[in-house]
């Protein structure tokens, strides 16, 4: 592929917007954007079409899209089954022999585990029906808590084939939050392992589901043996994966499930308050990420795709399975760390499988970043056509290091905008139009539609203030339907603040030029400095531009003249803090953003607090500052940061 063109806007500003080359355009499944025109006259019928295209139907519907507010409804009465679009199809065409799932593992060296279609559709047959023989049925709720192997996958695909509801926790949860989830979803069973790798030591996982399963509904733990590592039995109670399989049938009728019945349910990752039971159904959610895989990353039977999101996150369910299955991709999924035996191990597994799409996130990217160019060095990394990322605004300073040094200038960077409760990716450029800019998401996914509203519900335009992204009407396929057990929180989370006719979604936005969103953090990290509205994306933006900063956070802080005031809390690369560099930041905002926002103090922290899904918990930070109770604190990863933080701010308890 050709170098990217470049095209310099002046009068923005904004120095990189980047428009697909040629080859990419020729390429991509997307190159005309009079689609978005198309799709924007009649959004459902646009989605009746793709429903049609890209899924296999048992029934067809008979109403493409009832709205009952809050709730709304997608292919009323089509009938169908998600495993058995990711699996049956493909394993029962050309794609048979193709891989499906190249399990890359740990400890490094042990060869990868691939699963080709006619693999997955083998394992999920009698992994459905070792379910169903354990009493599970259609409607149950099954938690599965298990590492990145692809045993993962199956028992998700397993779930979706009997009709029965998976509510996935990330494996590096605690007994007692992966206790909260299953009590919350009332599961009738657990899918686990003995244990995993996690830089070559072995981690006990069943310890964690013995403490978290005792008093629940839990009836069976089906243990997979991935480390042969001695841990506690319950007889009756606890069974092991291959014994079962070996006994199980090898085919198990899928269940002809309602497009409105629950796929899954998923707890969101807990940035701003405790995770909630988000819901997603079948029709429209699985409609959703297939055409958001083939679209965004442009798709093809020859690519090699690689999302590096953990299986316990919204990501990894439509990106590591559901999307990639369904459009009969191969995928790599990574059981290990990316510093693990070396901090390049990342692009040794991108040349060695000969990965052409990444799909990342931005605490990994700095990540690398931090680490040092010299890491990638030695790699071939032409193999990569489309680059993407996901899970936070990505810094000008990281998208630029992405698109250069990963992608070698050659391959879009795809900002990809969307929530656990969206399903699917809402807002992001599609690779065969463009364009790409640093810091802008780019447009609505065709047949979707967003806005930002002011505090009166008043629509923005082009040149104002950030203010409240919503969705409008009618709502992505993709959507949630609710939130398990909590009707009340529903409402008052998403339809409450513009009404039933905007969903809310909690994020702060801008617009960079004509329909090209860009995303400036959420509403509770915009603060209010004498009088002007200011995002901590645009603050952190200009601090992490400079060389020494490795990452930043920047969150309000009460000021008696100027209402609020913004605090800087920077982690640098290798350089001892001092007043000069604080200064030297501070004149960079004030150069970048005028003397209104300059930062009142910059604290040299090591750590940021963060989610274990690795987003910044500004929350935390914003409590620290103004000595009030820190809240909910389960899914902070690195807890000892807020202790160091404290003595830092000389927070009060
Ligand atoms: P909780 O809702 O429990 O606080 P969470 O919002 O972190 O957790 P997710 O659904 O995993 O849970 O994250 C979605 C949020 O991540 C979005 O609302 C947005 O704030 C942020 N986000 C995701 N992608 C992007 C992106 N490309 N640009 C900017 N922000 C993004
Ligand atoms: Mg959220």
């Given at each position: 592929?050709?170098?990217?063109?470049?095209?310099?806007?002046?009068?923005?500003?904004?120095?990189?917007?980047?428009?697909?080359?040629?080859?990419?355009?020729?390429?991509?499944?997307?190159?005309?954007?009079?689609?978005?025109?198309?799709?924007?006259?009649?959004?459902?019928?646009?989605?009746?079409?793709?429903?049609?295209?890209?899924?296999?139907?048992?029934?067809?519907?008979?109403?493409?899209?009832?709205?009952?507010?809050?709730?709304?409804?997608?292919?009323?009465?089509?009938?169908?089954?998600?495993?058995?679009?990711?699996?049956?199809?493909?394993?029962?065409?050309?794609?048979?022999?193709?891989?499906?799932i190249i399990g890359v593992r740990e400890?490094?060296?042990?060869?990868a585990k691939?699963?080709?279609?006619?693999?997955?559709?083998?394992?999920?047959?009698?992994?459905?029906?070792?379910?169903?023989?354990?009493?599970?049925?259609?409607?149950?709720?099954v938690s599965i808590y298990l590492p990145m192997i692809p045993e993962a996958q199956i028992a998700m695909l397993?779930c979706?084939?009997?009709?029965?509801?998976h509510s996935v926790v990330f494996s590096a949860f605690s007994a007692?939050s992966l206790?909260d989830r299953i009590?919350?979803?009332?599961?009738?069973?657990l899918v686990t392992c003995?244990g995993y790798y996690r830089r070559?030591r072995a981690v006990n996982l069943?310890?964690n589901a013995?403490?978290a399963?005792?008093?629940?509904?839990?009836?069976?733990?089906?243990?997979f043996?991935r480390t042969?590592?001695?841990?506690?039995?319950?007889?009756?109670?606890?069974?092991?994966?291959?014994?079962?399989?070996?006994?199980?049938?090898?085919?198990?009728?899928?269940?002809?499930?309602?497009?409105?019945?629950?796929?899954y349910i998923l707890y969101t990752s807990g940035t701003?308050?405790?995770p909630k039971g988000v819901?997603h159904?079948?029709?429209?959610?699985?409609?959703?990420a297939?055409?958001?895989t083939?679209?965004?990353f442009?798709?093809?039977?020859?690519?090699?795709f690689w999302c590096t999101s953990d299986i316990g996150w919204v990501t990894g369910h439509t990106y590591n399975v559901y999307g990639p299955l369904?459009?009969?991709?191969?995928q790599i999924f990574y059981e290990g760390a990316p510093d693990f035996?070396?901090?390049?191990r990342v692009?040794?597994i991108i040349?060695?499988?000969?990965v052409?799409v990444f799909y990342t996130a931005p605490t990994l990217i700095r990540m690398f970043?931090?680490?040092?160019?010299?890491?990638?060095?030695?790699?071939?990394?032409?193999?990569?056509?489309?680059?993407a990322t996901v899970g936070e605004?990505?810094?000008?300073?990281?998208?630029?290091?992405?698109?250069?040094?990963?992608?070698?200038?050659?391959?879009?960077?795809?900002?990809t905008?969307w929530q656990t409760e969206t399903g699917s990716t809402?807002?992001?450029?599609?690779?065969?139009?463009?364009?790409?800019?640093?810091?802008?998401?780019?447009?609505?996914?065709?047949?979707?539609?967003?806005?930002?509203?002011?505090?009166?519900?008043?629509?923005?335009?082009?040149?104002?203030?950030?203010?409240?992204?919503?969705?409008?009407?009618?709502?992505?396929?993709?959507?949630?339907?609710?939130?398990?057990?909590?009707?009340?929180?529903?409402?008052?989370?998403?339809?409450?603040?513009?009404?039933?006719?905007?969903?809310?979604?909690?994020?702060?936005?801008?617009?960079?030029?004509?329909?090209?969103?860009?995303?400036?953090?959420?509403?509770?990290?915009?603060?209010?400095?004498?009088?002007?509205?200011?995002?901590?994306?645009?603050?952190?933006?200009?601090?992490?531009?400079?060389?020494?900063?490795?990452?930043?956070?920047?969150?309000?802080?009460?000021?008696?003249?100027?209402?609020?005031?913004?605090?800087?809390?920077?982690?640098?690369?290798?350089?001892?803090?001092?007043?000069?560099?604080?200064?030297?930041?501070?004149?960079?905002?004030?150069?970048?953003?005028?003397?209104?926002?300059?930062?009142?103090?910059?604290?040299?922290?090591?750590?940021?607090p963060r989610t274990r899904s690795g987003k910044i918990m500004?929350?935390?930070?914003?409590?620290?500052?103004?000595?009030?109770?820190?809240?909910?604190?389960t899914t902070i990863e690195n807890?000892?940061?807020?202790?160091?933080?404290?003595?830092?701010?000389?927070?009060?308890?």
């Amino acid at each position: 592929m050709r170098e990217i063109t470049k095209w310099v806007v002046e009068d923005t500003g904004q120095k990189e917007v980047f428009w697909p080359s040629e080859e990419m355009k020729r390429l991509a499944w997307v190159n005309d954007a009079s689609l978005y025109r198309q799709a924007d006259e009649d959004p459902v019928a646009f989605w009746a079409e793709r429903a049609r295209e890209g899924l296999d139907w048992f029934r067809t519907w008979d109403e493409t899209y009832r709205r009952d507010p809050p709730y709304f409804k997608w292919f009323v009465g089509g009938k169908l089954n998600a495993c058995y679009n990711c699996v049956d199809r493909h394993a029962k065409s050309w794609r048979r022999n193709k891989a499906a799932i190249i399990g890359v593992r740990e400890p490094t060296g042990e060869p990868a585990k691939t699963l080709t279609y006619h693999d997955l559709y083998r394992e999920v047959n009698r992994f459905a029906n070792v379910l169903k023989d354990l009493g599970v049925g259609r409607g149950d709720r099954v938690s599965i808590y298990l590492p990145m192997i692809p045993e993962a996958q199956i028992a998700m695909l397993a779930c979706a084939r009997i009709g029965a509801p998976h509510s996935v926790v990330f494996s590096a949860f605690s007994a007692d939050s992966l206790k909260d989830r299953i009590e919350d979803a009332g599961s009738k069973a657990l899918v686990t392992c003995d244990g995993y790798y996690r830089r070559g030591r072995a981690v006990n996982l069943k310890d964690n589901a013995d403490r978290a399963v005792e008093g629940t509904t839990v009836a069976h733990v089906v243990v997979f043996r991935r480390t042969g590592q001695e841990v506690d039995w319950v007889e009756g109670r606890d069974h092991w994966w291959h014994e079962l399989m070996e006994g199980a049938e090898p085919y198990c009728e899928p269940e002809v499930m309602d497009s409105e019945d629950t796929l899954y349910i998923l707890y969101t990752s807990g940035t701003t308050g405790r995770p909630k039971g988000v819901i997603h159904t079948t029709g429209g959610y699985l409609t959703q990420a297939y055409w958001t895989t083939k679209w965004d990353f442009d798709l093809h039977d020859e690519d090699v795709f690689w999302c590096t999101s953990d299986i316990g996150w919204v990501t990894g369910h439509t990106y590591n399975v559901y999307g990639p299955l369904s459009v009969g991709a191969t995928q790599i999924f990574y059981e290990g760390a990316p510093d693990f035996p070396d901090r390049g191990r990342v692009w040794e597994i991108i040349e060695r499988h000969g990965v052409t799409v990444f799909y990342t996130a931005p605490t990994l990217i700095r990540m690398f970043m931090g680490w040092g160019d010299e890491w990638l060095e030695g790699h071939d990394l032409t193999g990569l056509r489309l680059l993407a990322t996901v899970g936070e605004p990505i810094s000008r300073d990281a998208w630029m290091w992405y698109f250069e040094q990963v992608g070698g200038c050659r391959c879009p960077v795809i900002d990809t905008w969307w929530q656990t409760e969206t399903g699917s990716t809402l807002i992001n450029a599609l690779p065969g139009i463009g364009p790409f800019i640093p810091t802008v998401a780019g447009r609505s996914f065709p047949g979707t539609r967003h806005e930002i509203l002011d505090d009166r519900g008043e629509a923005l335009g082009l040149g104002d203030d950030p203010g409240y992204l919503v969705q409008r009407g009618p709502f992505g396929p993709g959507m949630l339907r609710g939130i398990f057990g909590n009707p009340a929180m529903y409402e008052e989370n998403y339809w409450t603040r513009f009404g039933h006719d905007a969903y809310f979604s909690s994020d702060g936005a801008r617009y960079f030029s004509e329909g090209n969103f860009r995303l400036t953090g959420r509403l509770d990290d915009v603060m209010k400095v004498a009088g002007h509205r200011l995002s901590a994306a645009e603050v952190e933006n200009a601090i992490a531009t400079h060389p020494d900063v490795a990452e930043c956070a920047v969150v309000p802080a009460p000021h008696e003249i100027k209402g609020e005031t913004p605090w800087a809390f920077v982690r640098l690369k290798d350089r001892e803090p001092s007043d000069e560099l604080a200064k030297e930041l501070t004149d960079q905002v004030v150069k970048v953003l005028g003397p209104t926002c300059r930062p009142e103090r910059i604290v040299f922290t090591a750590a940021v607090p963060r989610t274990r899904s690795g987003k910044i918990m500004r929350r935390i930070l914003k409590s620290l500052v103004r000595n009030e109770p820190v809240g909910d604190t389960t899914t902070i990863e690195n807890p000892e940061s807020v202790e160091d933080l404290k003595t830092l701010v000389g927070y009060k308890e």
